[in-house]
């Protein structure tokens, strides 16, 4: 008897079984891939797209960064920290800026010179060609709470204009540029 003739079953390969074999454990990777990719977006870091052109040079319009959600339950906000923040006259939208001073500081603008309780404060990221002249009287930031600018000071609509932000509005610290490739970097 020939062992190749069809009255042998067990010649043939049995492909049903490993088919499926193969179709579940890709699956499996698809599905462990996506609750990772969830976890991290929900909790960790979210992809952001910058728009408009108060944070020059530091962000461009339309430049994508990455934000860390976390970051903030492990360590407090710091001056100099671009954070991410719900508008408070509008809490649908989303604002990013850099933190000049937290709770408890005295903030004083002089003809686009910021102090921070009776200091100069050194801005190397603000160029010349984007200060502003503005002046605004001293405020002293109330507790749990954030004043922050725009690096592109005549351009940006900021605590000048809608005061010190509540920690509650913050919910996140720009850390990464994603997009254009030419800018991929952490951010200072």
């Known amino acids: 008897m020939d062992p190749t003739s069809s009255d042998n079953p ?16 890709w699956l499996r990777d698809v599905v462990i891939s996506l609750a990772v990719s969830a976890f ?22 339309q430049e994508r960064v990455f934000i860390n959600k976390f970051v903030y339950k492990l360590e407090p906000i710091a001056r100099g920290d671009v954070v991410v923040f719900r508008y408070p006259r509008d809490p649908a939208k989303s604002y990013i800026k850099r933190v000049i001073a937290v709770a408890g500081d005295r903030v004083r603008i002089e003809d686009g010179v910021v102090f921070v309780n009776g200091h ?11 200060e ?21 000071r005549n351009l940006s609509n900021d605590s000048r204009d809608f005061g010190p932000v509540d920690e509650d509005f ?19």
Not at 43 to 60: A, C, D, N, W
Not at 170 to 188: D, E, M, N, Q, S
């Open 10 to 25: 067990s010649a043939f390969p049995v492909r049903p079984r490993r088919t499926k074999s193969l179709l579940s454990g």
């Open 40 to 61: 991290f977006i929900i909790f960790l870091y979210q992809p952001v797209k910058v728009e408009g052109t108060s944070m020059m040079p530091t962000l461009q319009d």
């Open 132 to 152: 502003d002249v503005r002046s605004s009287p001293e405020v002293v930031v109330p507790p749990h709470s954030y004043f922050v600018l725009g690096d592109h």
């Open 120 to 130: 100069r404060l050194s801005e190397s990221y603000v160029p010349e060609q984007y």
């Open 170 to 188: 913050i919910y996140g610290k720009a850390v990464f540029g994603y997009w254009p490739v030419g800018r991929v970097g952490t951010l200072r």
